[in-house]
């Protein structure tokens, strides 16, 4: 029911920094908590940060935590991932993803019903 697609991945030096994006459309984005997730081969996919649908509620992994900002714009259905201070081991695909029913946000990864395809980021040093 919603669309979900992830840009501005790519490589970066240790200490640069990335702005992921994640553009929603097919339904009203105000009504969804949104989260980010990283995943490399052979693991699980790991919420690395999440918000409510106003924003106003945000959750950090403490792997990332005074690093990353996630935000989101409802008028421009995005929500957006800042990475500052990037390690190699940020090296990941980035996924975004939707869920809806809750006030607050989700921690785990079956709670989200909406994904979308993944962009690479991979530190190097």
């Known amino acids: 029911q919603v669309q979900l697609v992830e840009s501005g991945g790519g490589l970066v030096q240790a200490g640069g920094s990335l702005r992921l994006s994640c553009a929603a459309s097919?339904?009203?984005?105000?009504?969804?908590?949104m989260g980010w997730f990283r995943q490399v081969p052979g693991k699980e996919r790991d919420l690395v940060a999440a918000?409510?649908?106003?924003?106003?509620?945000?959750y950090y992994a403490d792997a990332v935590k005074g690093r990353f900002t996630i935000s989101r714009d409802n008028a421009k259905n995005t929500v957006y991932l800042q990475m500052n201070s990037l390690k190699a081991e940020d090296t990941a695909v980035y996924y975004c993803?939707?869920?809806?029913?809750?006030?607050?946000?989700?921690?785990?990864?079956?709670?989200?019903?909406?994904w979308g395809q993944g962009t690479q980021v991979t530190v190097s040093s």
């Open positions: 097919g339904r009203t984005f105000s009504n969804y908590n």
């Open positions: 993803a939707a869920a809806s029913g809750s006030s607050g946000y989700y921690l785990q990864a079956q709670s989200y019903a909406y």
């Open positions: 918000n409510s649908r106003t924003g106003l509620s945000r």
